[in-house]
């Protein structure tokens, strides 16, 4: 599987930016997927989880009413929609494939990663 995470970038506090996780090779639409971010010096922490029908979808706490994600199976790419960005949301995040069809908000649940997309909010 190789996942190309894309839409990172510059906005300044308030606005938004769209991420986007496409697996060219169309082997993990069957697999929930993930969204992870990473400050340097800080372990990574989870954003996102949808399952492989979009049906479940869980937010970290941190980004509830802010953050959404979706999917779309026919273009194999799931969307992080961020709105109301704060400083605190910069990060690199990366997008990454379950080993089942489930939610999870464990990073061991993910066998394949992405290479990351840096999103950085300026105050």
């Known amino acids: 599987v190789q996942l190309q995470a894309s839409g990172g970038g510059l906005v300044q506090a308030g606005g938004s930016l769209r991420l986007s996780c496409t697996d060219p090779k169309r082997t993990s639409n069957n697999n929930g997927v993930g969204w992870f971010r990473q400050v340097s010096g800080t372990e990574r922490e989870f954003v996102a989880s949808?399952?492989?029908?979009?049906?479940?979808?869980v937010l970290a706490d941190s980004v509830k009413g802010r953050f959404a994600i979706s999917r779309d199976r026919a273009k194999n790419t799931v969307y992080l929609q961020m709105n109301s960005l704060n400083t605190e949301d910069t990060a690199v995040y990366f997008c990454?494939?379950?080993?089942?069809?489930?939610?999870?908000?464990?990073?061991?649940?993910?066998?394949?990663w992405g290479q990351g997309t840096l999103v950085t909010v300026s105050s």
């Open positions: 990454a494939v379950g080993r089942g069809s489930a939610t999870s908000q464990n990073s061991d649940y993910y066998r394949y």
């Open positions: 949808i399952s492989w029908n979009g049906g479940s979808t």
